[in-house]
């Protein structure tokens, strides 16, 4: 039945002790002798969480993908991972993407399988399963959860987190009720699935079908629609077939190349900057060196066309209808390396070659795009020696070029507690600065790089500021917000020796961030510089804060880059009692 020796055949196939063992076990579920035939064994990785909305859907896409494995004669075996909800989850799932990568990475090789489904949806559930699957090496074909449908109010569309900012800004303004607040918030989120605009969910879902790790069409189809489940049955089917023939395996799939085409699509879709930690953490995994220097090199030539929030008007639904990430991949075809293998078996210019754009406002043609360049930018400058990064396609043009004194917030108890005191002196022209809000610093590196404009600002019509920090901002977020910062403050980078009143110069058009303050003085301030105390003293977090890599090698743990196939001799060893 297979050309690949099966490695489930080491638990199940013995004809000893440990295979009774196996067998047995197995048996007390209900299963038969029949499954035990020599068919491939696939593994379906779900996040499910009634904690995480943006999965709790999975378990119905988790039958989808087994009743596609049983069909094509494999035998599925479903098993939970730890699942991360960024909105529930405190201070952040960033603190606990590696610990799901490690997660999936030790059940893929622990457990009895040849190939496996990664059921995934959430922000951080996606590149997690992605990574935890590329240092196993074990084939696997990821399928996501996709975005919920669009929230409506009053005839107006909403789409989550983008418009959540938005509609807290006007309360905060004065210029919207709690009533109105109150319904509005039952409106905008009426379904399972993540969030419908491009914010990081929905641009790590792009990138996994990119990178070639999904079936084409996966990212944007709304996670109701029942294409979805139609999506997910054909992946079981091809799991079953990449157990047989023994791949492709990620290592076969995630190559330079693939990554760039990443970029490329990342840039072309305005998508989030947290996509530039994950693809970073992703190819250390694969030992593909991926600096900061690439990211920029590649928006600078790839014009950036999709109209979605924040970055544009529409919404995933819209993507969808359009035709979805296959049509901007076509369009990119000359930009990208079209031979790139894909898990279906065929090239990624085999699989979007007769994708059609139904939408060209929400999709724009490469010679008409929405700009001429990429929606991320890289900065470097004596403020952030290892980079850092804007979303320029969500940021204000007028403030791209600026100018401005810091008004310094220690760390994010301190930001939230003066930001709207009139005695902090705050205007426009100012830029604020948030310190403590990194891997280390926070700890996690949290979403809190978009600092809320003051309310006495937000009265004013005052709607966008320059804000800098060493922490992440939401994918679905917007504003000249400058992030990443690197090294961070809580090591001692230059973002720690900012103090109120110094001038800082932002040029995105030259890529620069400049603390216009002296080498001398910064010199001073360097040497009575202390760090603070750890946040943790044991456990995970511990763990975490002893191994944790800076925002520019993707916050991944040092000891977990580069990859340990599982091979087919690997077994889980005597299991009996």
């Not at 319904?183 to 699935?193: F, I, L, T, V, W």
């Not at 076509?330 to 059609?356: M, Y």
């Amino acid at each position: 039945m297979t050309s690949q020796p099966l490695r489930s055949r080491n638990w199940f196939g013995r004809q000893d002790l440990d295979g009774f063992a196996h067998r047995s076990w197995v048996k007390s579920e209900g299963f038969s002798d029949h499954v035990f035939d020599g068919r491939p064994v696939i593994g379906v990785a779900n996040s499910w969480s009634e904690l995480t909305n943006c999965n709790a859907h999975l378990r119905q896409v988790a039958e989808a993908v087994k009743r596609g494995v049983w069909s094509a004669g494999g035998f599925p075996l479903e098993f939970p991972t730890i699942s991360l909800g960024e909105v529930l989850m405190k201070p952040t799932t960033m603190l606990f993407r590696n610990l799901m990568a490690m997660d999936v990475e030790e059940c893929l090789r622990a457990y009895p399988l040849d190939a496996a489904v990664l059921l995934s949806g959430c922000d951080k559930t996606t590149p997690a399963m992605l990574m935890g699957a590329a240092s196993a090496d074990v084939p696997a074909i990821m399928v996501t959860g996709g975005p919920m449908l669009r929230g409506n109010w009053r005839q107006e569309e909403l789409g989550s987190g983008t418009d959540l900012w938005r509609l807290w800004g006007e309360r905060r303004a004065g210029r919207l009720t709690d009533e109105e607040l109150c319904e509005a918030e039952s409106c905008m989120s009426r379904s399972a699935g993540h969030c419908m605009v491009m914010g990081t969910a929905s641009t790590m879902a792009s990138m996994a079908e990119t990178l070639g790790m999904t079936l084409p069409g996966n990212a944007a189809i709304p996670a109701p629609d029942s294409r979805r489940l139609q999506m997910a049955e054909l992946a079981g089917r091809r799991a079953v077939e990449m157990a047989s023939a023994g791949g492709p395996r990620p290592s076969a799939i995630l190559t330079a190349n693939a990554f760039d085409n990443a970029i490329r699509a990342l840039m072309a879709i305005g998508g989030s900057t947290n996509a530039v930690i994950h693809l970073v953490a992703l190819a250390g995994r694969v030992g593909v060196p991926l600096p900061l220097a690439r990211f920029d090199e590649l928006s600078r030539t790839t014009p950036f066309v999709l109209n979605v929030r924040p970055s544009g008007k529409y919404l995933m639904e819209d993507f969808f209808y359009a035709g979805g990430l296959p049509v901007v991949l076509r369009a990119l075809l000359p930009l990208l390396d079209g031979a790139a293998p894909t898990v279906n078996g065929r090239s990624l210019a085999d699989n979007v070659g007769d994708a059609r754009n139904w939408n060209e406002d929400v999709i724009r043609p490469l010679g008409v795009p929405l700009a001429a360049e990429g929606g991320l930018a890289i900065l470097h400058g004596n403020l952030c020696p290892g980079g850092a990064v804007i979303k320029v396609s969500a940021a204000s043009p007028q403030l791209l070029t600026h100018r401005g004194r810091a008004v310094v917030f220690e760390d994010h108890a301190d930001l939230h507690r003066r930001i709207d005191d009139p005695g902090v002196a705050i205007d426009e022209t100012s830029v604020l600065v948030l310190k403590q809000a990194g891997p280390k610093g926070a700890p996690g590196m949290p979403e809190w790089g978009a600092a809320p404009v003051p309310a006495r600002l937000l009265k004013k019509g005052v709607k966008d500021m320059v804000r800098i920090s060493d922490a992440r901002m939401s994918g679905t977020s917007y504003g000249t917000v400058v992030l990443h910062v690197a090294p961070e403050s809580a090591v001692g980078g230059p973002l720690a020796l900012v103090r109120d009143g110094d001038e800082i110069q932002l040029d995105v058009p030259r890529r620069t961030l400049t603390l216009e303050v002296a080498e001398a003085e910064l010199g001073r301030r360097r040497a009575a510089w202390t760090p603070r105390p750890p946040h943790f003293s044991r456990g995970y977090g511990r763990l975490f804060l002893d191994h944790v890599l800076q925002a520019d090698e993707g916050c991944d743990f040092d000891f977990l880059r580069g990859r340990t196939p599982v091979k087919y001799e690997d077994s889980a060893g005597p299991s009996h009692a």
